[in-house]
């Protein structure tokens, strides 16, 4: 039996040992949850592709309905290739940090991950994510995550310093944090803080110390 969970903006609760330094991780139905092996510091290899039509999701509360970007680039002037170009930067950040493969596939139903604008605008972006069953305290697998981004606000394809605007790559760099199975330590001091701020847009010690619990380091040849 398949459940529905969010990650937004509100931090779930957490206890001592989901808490080191600056990083959470997701507890859903008094249970951890990842991708790959369910155990920690073991890696995983994640697909992921763009939403190309619409999707409801009857069980979700943020983002019941997905829609493609196409609106959402041409308000804000940003081109398709820049765009995706965007994405995998923010899926690389991750493969460095920890021990995960991120790769492409044009069929976002066979997709583990799909990225999208948001049908009905609400906030900057959220993540709804999907996981099976385990046993309370233990690890389950993530079935399926779709994070899906405001189309009605201004986008910008580089950090200009304004935090009015909202840079693709950094928000979809936090919305893949949620996606692999962090959660918000706080309101900042990470990227994986729930308070958007250009002064903070690569990973901080801890969004990396909360991959590396989920999956291990990366392998040698992540870290050029």
Request: with cysteine; aromatic share 12%; glycine share 8%.
């Amino acid at each position: 039996m398949y459940r529905f969970v969010l990650a937004a903006v509100i931090a779930f609760g957490f206890s001592a040992e989901t808490l080191a330094d600056d990083f959470r991780l997701l507890r859903l139905d008094d249970h951890f949850v990842k991708w790959g092996e369910r155990s920690w510091h073991s890696g995983a290899r994640i697909t992921y592709s763009f939403n190309r039509t619409t999707r409801d999701f009857a069980d979700a509360i943020n983002c019941p309905r997905l829609v493609p970007v196409d609106g959402l680039l041409a308000r804000s002037g940003i081109s398709k290739p820049d765009f995706e170009r965007a994405i995998r930067r923010a899926f690389r950040t991750w493969e460095r940090a920890a021990n995960l493969r991120f790769e492409f596939v044009e069929d976002a139903d066979a997709a583990d991950i799909v990225i999208g604008a948001q049908g009905i605008p609400r906030d900057i972006a959220y993540t709804n994510v999907w996981h099976g069953s385990a046993e309370p305290g233990r690890i389950a697998s993530f079935t399926k995550t779709v994070f899906c981004l405001n189309p009605e606000i201004a986008w910008e394809n580089a950090l200009d310093g304004d935090d009015q605007t909202y840079d693709v790559e950094r928000v979809a760099t936090h919305e893949i944090g949620h996606a692999i199975g962090l959660d918000h330590p706080g309101p900042s001091g990470a990227l994986m803080g729930y308070r958007y701020t250009e002064s903070v847009h690569g990973l901080a010690p801890g969004d990396i110390e909360g991959a590396r619990r989920l999956y291990g380091p990366p392998r040698r040849e992540s870290q050029d």
